[in-house]
């Protein structure tokens, strides 16, 4: 039973132009998000993160919105670089009194920023 | 300078061998935690310490025992080795256990792809 889900496999876009990478969950439970970033023989290197109690973080070109009534967030990129290539990763927490530090990760999409 | 790193790189053994993967942070960090990234690319969470205290212990085979001699290493020993057990494991380390974006950011090594031929 998959609790974060990344549908789209793969995505492919035009240098400079947007990036949206989508991610859904079903544990009502999360309540910290986070983005990874993996290129090949790598491992994954964090990249932003959101807490359950905003909808939406910003870093230079990065862009996480969460809709918790929808349970998504998506992780936007403007403008995108080749540089960007590489999958990422969503992933989740539910920090309560038993918190366990556990991440539950999404299957990823890998991103081709075409030049 | 590395902070999370594991090695080996890479592992090809045969099946029945036991093996281990080593894991050191020189983040001073006080969490470890061991993933498998298996062929359909899922990164699952094995095992997690604290302090040297076992957190975590996902439904993972006896067969896998993890080993935190202190709090910047995690080690991960596996016995009898199966073809099952061929994937990517990353080891990931956090500043630590409760809520904030400091204590849920967890950074990974680089992997090692373990082969069981």
């Known amino acids: 039973d998959q609790q974060v889900k990344q549908n789209s496999p793969s995505l492919s876009v035009q240098e400079g132009r947007i990036s949206i990478l989508n991610c859904d969950y079903t544990n009502s439970m999360f309540d910290y998000f986070l983005w990874y970033k993996k290129y090949p023989a790598e491992g994954p290197t964090f990249l932003i993160s959101i807490s359950s109690i905003k909808d939406k973080n910003e870093d230079g070109r990065f862009t996480v919105f969460l809709n918790k009534s929808a349970k998504h967030l998506s992780l936007h990129i403007v403008p995108s670089q080749p540089g960007d290539s590489a999958v990422y990763f969503c992933?989740?927490?539910?920090?309560?009194?038993?918190?366990?530090?556990?991440?539950?990760f999404g299957q990823g999409t890998t991103l081709q920023v075409k030049p | 300078d590395t902070a999370v790193s594991q090695t080996p790189k890479y592992l090809v053994t045969q099946m029945g061998n036991d093996k281990s993967i080593k894991c050191e942070q020189n983040?001073?960090?006080?969490?470890m935690y061991w993933y498998k990234q298996d062929s359909k690319k899922f990164l699952k969470i094995m095992f997690s310490y604290n302090n040297k205290e076992l957190i975590i212990n996902e439904t993972v085979p006896n067969r896998f025992s993890p080993k935190s001699p202190d709090k910047a290493h995690l080690n991960l020993h596996i016995n009898s080795l199966e073809l099952g057990d061929s994937a990517v494991y990353f080891c990931a380390s956090s500043q630590g256990l409760g809520q904030g974006k400091s204590k849920n950011i967890q950074y990974f090594g680089a992997g090692t792809r373990l082969s069981v031929l």
């Open positions: 983040l001073g960090h006080d969490t």
């Open positions: 992933a989740a927490s539910e920090n309560g009194s038993s918190n366990t530090g556990k991440l539950i």
